[in-house]
């Protein structure tokens, strides 16, 4: 009898340790500035340690309704409703850019509709046993003369709103990215860019010169991330994931140091 009290003791001791030893995993849902080629979302996905899975299901051009509305949050459900081999899977959910107006089929209401849609994405993660993760829209890197224009603002704030009401986990990448970059300035700020800034680009244009008809046009913006600026909002996205949920820290391969 005795014996088999150890053994037993022995199989609940393991069954504790082997939870506890259990890996995270870390899905992305968002637009284009997490995508993969164009975001920070597989820079992110590449600072955790290598037992941690780390899906990019971010895709560019998708706004709060439409990445439902094409199906592939139910993706996200799927994986969710098998994440019995993870000790937890954090979604984090970003969206804002596609969300604004002039956007037909992508645009939502500010008011009525991208706020009902983030709380949406938050009850059913938990809901699935996920730990919802809300993410303000990165910034744009856009100047008005030495000051950044953060148009994004507006959902920004929405997505705190949100994350208030649904208890969510808030990682605020619009109030740290936009401080970033002013801080950086114009110049600084375009090296972050998916290619060098053309000579000339944002000056008045020559009304004495004809553009040539079909001129391929530069895939230089300040929405969008290469190499450098991929791995630098990475960074950051960590630190902030670090500061709201500690228990991350050790699944990444500096150990979540700022």
């Not at 003369?145 to 208890?167: F, I, K």
């Not at 970059?181 to 290619?195: H, P, S």
Request: charged share 20%; glycine share 10%; hydrophobic share 40%.
């Amino acid at each position: 009898m005795l014996i088999q009290r150890i053994a037993l003791a022995a199989l609940v001791l393991a069954g504790h340790a082997s939870a506890a030893e259990a890996p995270i995993r870390v899905i992305l849902v968002g637009d284009s500035t997490m995508a993969t080629k164009s975001g920070y979302g597989d820079a992110l996905c590449a600072r955790f340690t290598p037992d941690v899975t780390c899906v990019n299901l971010a895709r560019g051009g998708r706004s709060t309704g439409s990445f439902r509305a094409e199906g592939r949050w139910d993706e996200v459900e799927r994986m969710l409703k098998n994440g019995a081999g993870f000790k937890a899977t954090y979604v984090l959910v970003q969206f804002g850019h596609n969300d604004q107006p002039g956007k037909p089929g992508r645009s939502t209401d500010l008011v009525t509709q991208f706020p009902a849609n983030m709380a949406r994405y938050a009850q059913e993660t938990r809901a699935l046993g996920g730990v919802p993760v809300l993410v303000t829209p990165l910034a744009r890197r856009t100047f008005k003369g030495t000051y950044l224009a953060n148009d994004l603002a507006p959902w920004a704030e929405a997505t705190r709103r949100a994350a208030a009401q649904e208890h969510a986990v808030l990682l605020d990448l619009n109030k740290d990215s936009v401080a970033a970059v002013q801080a950086m300035g114009q110049d600084e700020a375009d090296t972050l860019a998916v290619v060098p800034r053309p000579a000339g680009y944002g000056l008045p244009a020559d009304p004495n010169k004809t553009e040539p008809a079909g001129a391929a046009r530069s895939a230089f913006d300040r929405t969008h991330l290469g190499a450098k600026g991929a791995e630098f909002f990475a960074r950051m996205v960590e630190r902030e994931l670090v500061a709201a949920r500690p228990e991350t820290a050790p699944y990444f391969k500096d150990g979540g140091k700022p």
